[in-house]
């Protein structure tokens, strides 16, 4: 239970449904894939998504922007309770990979978070409320698709 303003809140911590392994690969700052960080009990998609199997792992969830953004809010919670200083970064990147969303699409806006965060998985002082030029030049300038029926093409700024 959590104390908000004097009353107590039922809920669980972000982040408690997921083994603790994992919880401490993502605070230690290494990788991990979002859509492992899906609660079981949230489908979005496909039936079964983050469901146990018969061998007591967990299915690989669908890889759509609603469950990225379900996975992402479970990580940025996690690191945030934490490191609270580091939360309007995380908060930052989330705006950054909803832009990209708007340029290039779901696909390259999620490429784009994984490709940003295994570099910074490598680089503990990367800022993460700034875009980072190369990686979205490559992942969304490159392959940026104009939105709209019989809309040209417009140049990426």
Not at 30 to 55: A, W
């Amino acid at each position: 239970r959590v104390s908000v303003g004097g009353d107590l809140v039922k809920g669980d911590p972000p982040g408690s449904h997921l083994p603790r392994k994992l919880r401490e690969r993502a605070l230690d700052g290494y990788y991990v894939d979002i859509f492992s960080l899906l609660p079981p009990e949230s489908p979005v998609g496909n039936v079964g998504l983050g469901s146990e199997t018969k061998r007591g792992k967990r299915s690989r969830a669908e890889r759509t922007f609603d469950n990225w953004i379900k996975g992402y809010s479970v990580y940025a919670g996690l690191v945030a309770a934490a490191y609270p200083e580091r939360g309007w970064h995380l908060f930052a990147h989330q705006a950054n990979v909803m832009r990209a969303r708007t340029i290039a699409g779901d696909a390259l806006a999620i490429e784009y978070d994984e490709v940003f965060r295994k570099s910074a998985s490598n680089k503990p002082m990367v800022r993460w409320d700034l875009i980072d030029d190369q990686h979205w030049l490559v992942t969304v300038g490159s392959q940026s698709r104009a939105r709209g029926d019989g809309e040209k093409r417009r140049p990426f700024v």
